[in-house]
């Protein structure tokens, strides 16, 4: 906790340099417990400071729903930043276009603001806001010169934090066998145990050993669980369907 300590005093500094000196911060946006320091008080009432000092976000568990810097976390692992009312990052990016954030910003007193998530294994994601009320700043030069570095505290802090609780994935790092990953990722897509039999041409009891095998190895009870624990450490992918991904680019392109 010493390093927590010392990696919030400098994402604190960072932000007094820069200029956007307010910063709001979760160590697991899933959960309505605030991120503590080495002293045991929250970091909002010992290392950070907010816009309006009456605004104890870390005491308000509706505050993750309500915020869409919170929401634009969850949908992406890179640093973005908030001007003049928009989402924005580094490159053209469909899906910061579609989060409405200009109307709760003001109701937090933000005027322009950098927020870099971290997505760390086992599916917890944290973040850090960094932010000002002047909404007249220049705040995409500064992410353009800034971010690498902040995103880079962020994942320091959230991955100090969470190891000095015992919150990371596994106690052990596991490997899963190809026929457990495959068990699983038809699982994930919602295949009985009868059709993954089919699907694989193994026996259904054979579907079931592999399928509890990745569980007793992934520390979990059940199918569910197992797939869930499998999907956070990437064995399982949840993306798009890449071929129709490409095809629906190029005709973008054209």
């Not at 200029?19 to 909002?44: C, K, N, Q, T």
């Not at 409405?100 to 005027?111: L, S, T, V």
């Not at 705040?139 to 000095?164: K, N, S, T």
Request: aromatic residues 8%; proline residues 7%; charged residues 20%.
């Amino acid at each position: 906790m010493a390093i927590v300590g010392a990696l919030a005093g400098e994402i604190a500094e960072a932000g007094r340099a820069i200029g956007l000196p307010f910063i709001a911060v979760s160590a697991d946006i899933g959960s309505p417990e605030p991120m503590f320091g080495p002293d045991g008080r929250p970091l909002a009432e010992s290392t950070f400071r907010w816009i309006d000092p009456a605004l104890e976000y870390w005491k308000d568990r509706g505050f993750a729903l309500r915020s869409p810097f919170v929401h634009a976390a969850r949908y992406s692992a890179e640093p973005f930043y908030f001007e003049r009312g928009t989402l924005k990052t580094w490159r053209p990016a469909r899906w910061l276009s579609r989060i409405e954030a200009g109307e709760a910003a003001r109701e937090f007193g933000i005027g322009a603001a950098i927020i870099a998530p971290a997505h760390l294994p086992g599916g917890i994601i944290g973040a850090v806001v960094w932010a000002s009320p002047d909404a007249d700043l220049a705040v995409g030069e500064m992410f353009e010169a800034q971010a690498p570095r902040l995103h880079a505290l962020v994942h320091r802090l959230m991955g100090a934090y969470h190891e000095a609780l015992g919150d990371t994935a596994l106690a052990d790092p596991v490997r899963l066998t190809r026929r457990e990953i495959q068990c699983l990722k038809w699982a994930a897509a919602g295949k009985t145990d009868g059709e993954i039999s089919q699907i694989m041409q193994i026996s259904g009891p054979t579907v079931r050993f592999h399928v509890t095998n990745a569980a007793r190895k992934l520390g979990v009870a059940g199918r569910s669980q197992a797939v869930r624990h499998a999907v956070a450490l990437g064995y399982v992918g949840s993306g798009p369907n890449r071929p129709a991904a490409l095809d629906a680019l190029r005709d973008d392109a054209d």
